[in-house]
Every structure is written in C-alpha cells, then in structure tokens.
C-alpha cells in the first residue's frame, strides 16, 4: 500500500537506528513494515547514498528550522522596530 | 498583465525590502511563520499586503501524501488567507508524516495512481476550506521516489489534470532533479502545459558528498546564490509560456546585502525578457 511505502520513506528518513537497520536487512525490514513483495524489492533498490544523504540534510534542516524559530521573532521585531 | 519579479519575504531581509518596493513587484510570505505569532505581526502583514502584491506560501500540509490533510492545519491557511487576502496561495507536492511520523520536511511520494488519487483528495479538502485552490510546487527530492509507476511530469501532469491546481515551477528544484537523476530538464519543461504555469521560484543550492564519499548531490538549500542554469531555464520558459509569469527569488538565509538580491531580480528579470524576445521574433 502506497501508505506503508510512505511510512517507511518518514523512518528511514527521521530515525537513524532504523536506518542503520534497513540498510543492513532492506528486504527483511520491509516486509515487516508490511510492505507487498513488489514494494519491498522497490524499497530495496534505492540507492544507499542518496538515503544517506537525503536522512543527513533532513536533520540538517530539522536542526536548521529549530534554530531559525528560536530566532525569527527577534529578526522580526527588530526589522520592525 | 506583464511578467513580475518578487522576493521571498522574511524579516530579516524586511528594511531592505521596504526601501526596495519599487523594484519588487510581488512578495511571497511563507504561511507557517504566521500561524503562532502576535496580533501585531498579522497587522504588520496586513499593512505590507497593501502595498504590495502578496502570495502566501504553504510548507507544511503535505497534500500529496497518503495522509488525509488535517483540518487544524487547512483553518490555519485559511485564516491567513482571509486576513491578507493574497492574490494566490500554494503548497508542494510533497508528503511530511505517515503513519504517525513527522518528517519534519518536504518529501517526495512514491509517483504511482494512488498517490495522484490521494494528491487530489487532499487538494479538494484544501479548496473546500480555504475557499481557493494552491499553486502546487514541484519539489527537489534527493531519493528517487522508490516503487514510482509514473515519470515526475507524468505525476504531476495527471495532478494537475485531476485537481485542476495550476503549477508553481520550481525550476532550482527541476534543475537540481535533472542533475541528480540524469534527466533533460528541457524535456521536462516540453512535458508540462506551460499555459497553466502559476508562479516560478528561483533559488540556490549547494553540491554535498554522500557521507561515504562515492556521490555528490545538488542540495536545493536556498543559501547560494542562484545558478546560470536556473537563468537558462527561465529563458526557455519565458520563450514557450504563453501567459505572463511571476518569479519568486528564494533565499532562506546566509542572506547577502539586499543589493546583492536586487541585483538576482534583475538578473530574473533580463532572462525573463531575453526569453519573450525569442518568443516574439
């Protein structure tokens, strides 16, 4: 199910000791994310490094967006002011 | 109506855009950085949306996914929408939580039927709440969405067609997909009905090494300066889009002198003429 696919992408994508999972088993963790046989060999073919890649400049970002709303109010005010 | 060229606002860059309006044709307020904020700011937006044109910009509803859009999320664009009154708003077609997870961040769903039926359900919520459809936005995605079905343009071809939501063309993010997967972004721009181009961003971004080194990717980060190809692209689209177009210049930090940004409009700005040029000879 498109869903199931989603899921995974948002772990994979967010949580590193499932990643680290995945990448050492993709088939095995992909049929237990309930994920069809046709899903799972899709899943199972990405390409590592633009995983990893993709997982280091979403926390980057997360990090980032922390950051920048512990500041934006302040730029605000005073560009305001 | 002609071809404009706008600015991203963000307060950082807020004295300088307001010494700057009279080369900014349209500002693009991001929606979310509004959502918990005081009385005060939504007045502040208020009085700059009478001054200038402004399109709200939605980061967060994640309206291609599987997800049924939340409702909380829709009544906060909608408010917003509402107050200022934009001329449009827009979203990505994009996914940020399944199942429970938050991504955090945009992320592109697996190009199949089902995800183009879920686009379009959620696109249907949003018209019914916020009372107008989004400009939706092609994303930069560094995985290929895996168990896709259809092509990129394919995808959001059949969105469009659905949904009957016009496109906001990233074309940093179509030119940083063309590099990183190996496409033809002139083709892609062929694949799209360029008649129903609502808006175009421009922006930067950064290469990045994969963290074992073997591959490098074009990072759609909005702290670089925008590239030549990004230009080259927006000539071809001025040449073949028959209607006029808005440009957005994104810039979501390491912000240089506004001059220095006045200085990417016009560089938008000649590309823009330069492509109605070819477009009328």
């Known amino acids: 199910m498109q869903g199931d696919v989603e899921r995974l992408l948002a772990r994979l994508l967010t949580d590193k000791t499932f990643r680290q999972r995945f990448l050492a088993e993709p088939t095995r963790i992909a049929r237990e994310e309930g994920l069809s046989e046709g899903e ?7 390409c590592v490094q633009d995983l990893q890649t993709a997982a280091r400049s979403y926390q980057h970002k997360r990090d980032l967006k922390g950051h920048r709303r512990r500041s934006w109010l302040t730029g605000w005010f005073k560009a305001t002011r | 109506m002609r071809d404009r060229v706008g600015l991203g606002w963000r307060p950082e860059l807020a004295a300088g855009i307001f010494d700057s309006l009279d080369q900014i044709d349209v500002l693009e307020v991001i929606a979310d950085k509004y959502f ?3 009385r005060r700011e939504w007045q502040a937006l208020k009085m700059i949306a009478r001054q200038v044109p402004v399109q709200i910009h939605s980061i967060a509803l994640g309206l291609a996914g599987t997800d049924a859009v939340s409702r909380q999320r829709l009544d906060r664009v909608a408010r917003l929408v509402n107050e200022v009154e934009p001329e449009a708003w827009s979203e990505h077609l994009a996914f940020t939580r399944a199942g429970g997870v938050e991504i955090g961040h945009l992320a592109a769903p697996p190009r199949t039927e089902a995800s183009v039926e879920a ?3 959620n ?3 949003a018209n019914s709440v916020v009372g107008s459809k989004p400009l939706m936005e092609n994303i930069a995605t560094l995985i290929d969405p895996p168990c896709s079905q259809l092509s990129e343009p394919a995808w959001i071809v059949n969105i469009m067609t659905a949904s009957g939501c016009d496109l906001l063309l990233d074309l940093h ?3 940083a997909n063309s590099i990183n997967f190996g496409f033809d972004p002139l083709q892609f721009l062929s694949s799209l009905p360029l008649a129903r181009i609502g808006g175009v961003h421009i922006a930067g971004g950064q290469w990045v090494t994969a963290p074992d080194g073997s591959k490098s990717h074009l990072v759609d980060d909005h702290l670089h300066d925008v590239s030549e190809p990004v230009y080259e692209l927006l000539r071809e ?4 889009a028959p209607n006029p177009l808005t440009v957005i210049l994104e810039r979501d930090g ?3 002198p506004i001059p220095t940004l006045l200085q990417e409009l016009q560089c938008a700005r000649d590309a823009l003429a330069a492509g109605r040029r070819r477009q009328q000879g």
């Open chain 2, 119 to 121: 686009a379009v359900q």
């Open chain 2, 237 to 240: 689209l001025a040449a073949r």
């Open chain 2, 254 to 256: 390491a912000y240089p």
């Open chain 2, 173 to 175: 993010n179509l030119y």
């Open chain 2, 123 to 125: 696109l249907e919520r």
């Open chain 1, 40 to 46: 799972t060999r899709g899943v199972a073919n990405m």
């Open chain 2, 36 to 38: 918990d904020v005081r």
